[in-house]
């Protein structure tokens, strides 16, 4: 069963008194959960956000579906999101996407077998004036050769 | 060629993004003159200034703040800063650089509109930018500067911030009251407008980031200062994010009225290593494309990029070379309008759908000769028909890249490859 830890709880009671209305906190408690639960959110997490926030399980289903930020399955411990939109796809972001997934011998949203890493493929990450760029987990590597890219992955602890 | 550094006169200096660096270079005294001035009175001087919203639309800034209903009846002040147009990096620069530029013009809106309550909803990538502000709240807060009895003038104003979660969509300002309110970002029917109805119901007003940090600068210079640079219908600097087949990207502040040619090839430096200049997207994704040599006359006003069939937009300028086959890049756009559309409305949850399925369709070789004019009826049939503007935004790009590059389009259909020589796409497949 999913729980939070005792800050985790601490933090969600505290979002849900931060707003107007409760509703505001289900966005920042589902990053709360996400970051406790392995980068991802499972129904377990749904039913738990459900009866702590005393909000129907199917409105945070429905908030939660909605963003492209909350996991709907497990990914690696590091989430490498490539953007490809235009600016990015005309300086070498195809190019970039299809390297690192070979090198670590993954297709597009798949975790590599030690769970360290799963490559995505999103759109525009407001960094493309030092294009191709990524963002793994909460940082931005910006003006990327596919080279680089690896070799910044291959430094990850 | 030279930017003209208005906002971003101080942006270079890494003390400007803390309380005390901002306050030696003259920060927060434009608030100070504010509050003691009526409310009524910065109304008229931002309308006068002839201000026009940095976020897409352009509308006048002043005219929107007199739309919200004269009583005491509590008001929201939102400030847009999910920044997810392609190609637009400019509300980053501003959050990371000068914080409090933006507080401060925030401060000073909120005066203006007699608003005690304020969010800075910030798109949810955005990470660094966030602890930026974050930062710069709590000594605004420690300085007296928000809060209750704000310098002693009687004014008090509390500020927070909110982090989206990934959807294009929040940034339009309906879409992002309902991810502030807790739902699914999904846009409501104007009217009710915000000024009259928004978040939790009560007037609310939705501004960018540039064009809240701009407030300050009307406030230093007045109305005729501000007037200074622009044209008449465009008054005032604006921040362009330069990206694409560019020596030169970034950021670039110059007047409004700045030719298009002289960002592209003076600031930026032209194109990289000798290829030629093929076309330009002037104001985000959404803004209609304009060939070479249109590029070539453009200047970058609301006017007279409205009198090509374009927009200003954001202030995204994306550069494309000889070497960019048209129909991948219309691909690629079209690939994230589908992903994109929240799907609320019919015409564009379908169209989107087809748009992106008919050019994927030509660029995996397997176009039907009648897939070109298709492509534009199905746009066609998107224009004016929503909720909100994403349709539109979705469909104007493709009638524009149909028109302006139809050889481009037919080539491909007949030949299953693209026209642009040595030209290998990365595979439909690379989306999903
Ligand atoms: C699909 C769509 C996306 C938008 N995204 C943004 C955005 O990221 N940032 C922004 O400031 N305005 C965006 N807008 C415009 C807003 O709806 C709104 O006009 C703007 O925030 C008003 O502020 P302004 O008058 O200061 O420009 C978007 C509009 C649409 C239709
Ligand atoms: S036009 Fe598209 S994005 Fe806008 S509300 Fe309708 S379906 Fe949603
Ligand atoms: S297009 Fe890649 S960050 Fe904007």
């Not at chain 1, 199917?58 to 490809?84: L, S």
């Not at chain 1, 799963?118 to 294009?131: D, Q, Y």
């Not at chain 1, 191709?132 to 690896?150: I, R």
């Not at chain 2, 600068?217 to 109305?223: A, F």
Request: glycine residues 10%.
């Amino acid at each position: 069963m999913f729980a939070l830890s005792p800050e985790g709880l601490e933090r969600v009671k505290k979002e849900m008194r931060r707003y107007e209305t409760k509703q505001s906190a289900i966005i920042p408690a589902l990053y709360i959960a996400q970051q406790e639960n392995n980068g991802w959110i499972s129904d377990e997490v749904i039913d738990y956000l459900s009866r702590v926030m005393e909000i129907p399980a199917a409105q945070i289903n429905e908030v939660f579906k909605f963003y492209t930020m909350f996991n709907q399955k497990p990914v690696g411990r590091y989430h490498v999101q490539v953007c490809g939109t235009l600016s990015c796809h005309v300086n070498g972001a195809p190019e970039l996407i299809e390297f690192l997934c070979r090198h670590l011998g993954v297709k597009l949203d798949e975790m590599t077998a030690d769970g360290k890493f799963t490559i995505s493929r999103v759109e525009c990450l407001g960094s493309c004036g030092t294009a191709p760029m990524m963002q793994v987990n909460d940082t931005y590597y910006e003006n990327l050769t596919p080279e680089k890219a690896l070799q910044i992955l291959k430094n990850l602890p | 060629m030279k930017e003209t550094k208005v906002l971003t006169e101080h942006y270079d200096k890494e003390e400007y993004r803390f309380l005390e660096g901002y306050q030696k270079w003259g920060g927060y005294s434009m608030l100070r003159k504010a509050l003691k001035m009526k409310p009524g009175d910065i109304v008229e001087m931002v309308k006068a200034s002839g201000l026009r919203g940095r976020g897409g639309a352009g509308f006048p800034t002043g005219v929107k703040w007199g739309f919200l209903p004269k009583n005491g009846e509590p008001r929201y002040l939102l400030c847009n800063a999910d920044e997810g147009e392609p190609g637009t990096f400019k509300d980053r620069l501003i959050m990371e650089r000068a914080p409090h530029q933006l507080i401060e013009g925030m401060l000073i809106a909120a005066y203006a509109i007699e608003s005690h309550k304020s969010y800075i909803y910030v798109r949810g990538e955005y990470n660094y930018p966030i602890r930026v502000l974050e930062k710069a709240l709590e000594e605004a807060y420690q300085a007296g500067l928000l809060g209750r009895n704000i310098l002693g003038s009687g004014f008090h104003h509390d500020m927070d911030i909110y982090r989206g979660a990934g959807a294009y969509i929040c940034g339009e300002e309906t879409g992002l009251i309902s991810s502030l309110e807790g739902y699914k970002g999904q846009p409501k029917l104007k009217p009710p407008f915000p000024a009259v109805q928004g978040y939790l119901k009560k007037p609310t007003i939705v501004n960018n980031v540039e064009t809240l940090a701009a407030v300050v600068i009307i406030l230093r210079d007045g109305p005729e200062g501000y007037r200074k640079y622009g044209t008449e219908k465009s008054p005032g600097t604006k921040i362009f994010s330069l990206s694409g087949n560019v020596l030169r990207p970034g950021n670039y502040e110059v007047p409004l009225g700045f030719p298009l040619k002289d960002l592209i090839f003076g600031l930026g430096g032209g194109i990289p290593n000798g290829h030629q200049l093929k076309a330009v997207i002037p104001g985000g994704s959404s803004a209609p494309v304009l060939t070479a040599e249109e590029a070539m006359r453009a200047t970058l006003d609301y006017e007279c990029l409205a009198n090509m069939g374009t927009m200003l937009g954001s202030g995204a300028v994306i550069v494309l070379d000889d070497r960019q086959c048209m129909v991948d890049c219309l691909g690629n756009l079209m690939h994230f309008y589908h992903h994109e559309s929240c799907g609320q409305c019919t015409p564009c949850r379908e169209g989107t759908g087809w748009l992106d399925k008919i050019t994927q369709r030509i660029l995996s070789g397997q176009g039907q000769p009648a897939d070109v004019d298709l492509l534009f009826k199905v746009a066609d049939n998107m224009k004016g028909r929503t909720i909100c503007a994403l349709s539109d935004a979705a469909a104007l790009p493709v009638m524009s890249f149909v028109t302006k590059f139809r050889d481009e389009f037919d080539y491909y259909v007949h030949n299953g490859k693209s026209k642009v020589k040595g030209k290998v796409l990365a595979h439909a497949q690379m989306y999903h």
